[in-house]
């Protein structure tokens, strides 16, 4: 037996160490661990995985908890004096075989003398059709093709949770009302070109490129080698939307902002970083974006550049989202009230190049933007003249809806996963 096998015993040994004085004294016990073969246990996947299910484990309220680490990976470690043990192992069961990483997870319940309570069913290999028992104890399977496998459910896994954050965000921006000259479910704002129905095409359209950025942060190395590529794959998403929305440009400056936070999630998974970090990584991959402005263009974040020196979404983005940190504290829920009151602290702190634009100068875009210091969101009735009042003057705030998009991503993240 190898020195690092040796130490995995021991490791689990004592972890029955300590559980057993709860035991004894009548409680019982959950643990949860990532499944990882071998001898190397404490890898970036382990972390990502133990994310995602603290947070469903701690909303079963346990009388005490901790994180216990080792030559065995990672432990969560929940204790219980309530509730029925049986009950809690099927539920754990149902957990391991329905939910993201279910197959990657071991979650064990020990009540009384009689220790762990079994499963009625044994758990399949990953990589064939037989007991994983067997193929572990018979080694059945090279390392490597496992840790492949591995890899792959877990991408696939972490893609799916992401698009499903990315998609709930766009929504709960998208169904607001009213929204100061910005597309709702029951007005066009001041857009003419554009609906309701016309911003759902184009997130559908968009939604499956993030999860190639996302895949494509999951195998960088570097934080520079993130922006090229994800850049690349935003023009596939840009032109995809608008053959979904026939020419009208929906969701561009959403489509850059996104890629960023779904390359830099993957990035910030990977190294075993806290969530918080996408946003210098965000700085990194983007600190070159100011050559954007040495050659001319035609567009509105151009002219804005040459006129006023504002760098919009390019300089938010440089600066590793400073805007949509200053959001996040605040979108303490996802209830209308709430997102109204964020999107006017966005609207309110953002150079917008959509603003400045529709607003003919930077002057007037400061001036629209004093409209919105002293409105009282619980005032429906304000807040219908003020969106009246944008729409009558032909404004709308998409760089503020983008950034609030963006940070209702982070916040839906940061409860799906406790990095």
């Not at 009208?248 to 990035?267: D, E, R, T, V, W």
């Amino acid at each position: 037996m190898s020195e690092q096998s040796h130490d995995i015993l021991n490791d689990r040994e004592y972890r029955q160490t300590m559980i057993k004085p709860y035991l004894d004294q009548g409680l019982w016990v959950i643990t949860c661990k990532a499944n990882i073969p071998g001898i190397h246990k404490n890898l970036f996947y382990t972390h990502l995985i133990l994310s995602y299910y603290q947070p469903l484990l701690d909303a079963l309220k346990p009388i005490d908890k901790w994180r216990h680490e080792g030559s065995d990976g990672e432990t969560l470690v929940y204790v219980f004096k309530d509730g029925n043990p049986q009950q809690m192992k099927n539920q754990m069961v149902s957990w391991e075989e329905t939910k993201p990483y279910g197959r990657l997870v071991d979650i064990d319940v020990y009540s009384g003398l009689s220790g762990s309570i079994r499963r009625k069913s044994l758990r399949r290999c990953l990589l064939c059709d037989n007991d994983a028992f067997s193929c572990g104890r018979n080694q059945t399977h090279p390392l490597k093709e496992l840790l492949a496998k591995i890899d792959q459910i877990a991408l696939e896994d972490t893609q799916k949770l992401l698009l499903a954050c990315l998609d709930a965000a766009i929504m709960d921006e998208l169904n607001l009302d009213p929204k100061f000259g910005l597309v709702t479910p029951i007005s066009n704002g001041s857009h003419f070109d554009m609906n309701y129905h016309t911003m759902l095409s184009a997130k559908d359209a968009i939604l499956p490129y993030f999860g190639q950025m996302f895949a494509h942060g999951w195998q960088a190395h570097h934080e520079e080698q993130l922006f090229q590529k994800a850049r690349s794959i935003g023009l596939e998403a840009e032109t995809a939307m608008f053959q979904a929305t026939k020419g009208i440009n929906a969701y561009k400056g959403l489509i850059f902002n996104l890629g960023l936070m779904s390359s830099a999630f993957a990035y910030v998974i990977t190294h075993q970083a806290p969530l918080k970090t996408m946003f210098p990584t965000i700085a990194t991959m983007t600190k070159n974006l100011i050559k954007d402005f040495e050659e001319p263009k035609t567009t509105a974040g151009y002219e804005a550049y040459l006129k006023y020196r504002t760098m919009g979404a390019r300089g938010e983005a440089m600066n590793g989202f400073p805007t949509v940190q200053q959001l996040i504290p605040m979108l303490n829920d996802f209830n209308d009230l709430t997102l109204l009151k964020v999107l006017i602290e966005a609207i309110k702190m953002t150079e917008d190049t959509v603003l400045i634009r529709r607003a003919g100068s930077y002057d007037m875009a400061k001036k629209i933007q004093s409209w919105f210091f002293n409105i009282d969101v619980s005032d429906s009735e304000a807040l219908m003249q003020l969106t009246k009042r944008c729409i009558e003057a032909n404004i709308s705030f998409g760089g503020a809806a983008d950034l609030l998009v963006c940070a209702i991503l982070y916040c839906r993240l940061a409860k799906t996963f406790a990095f």
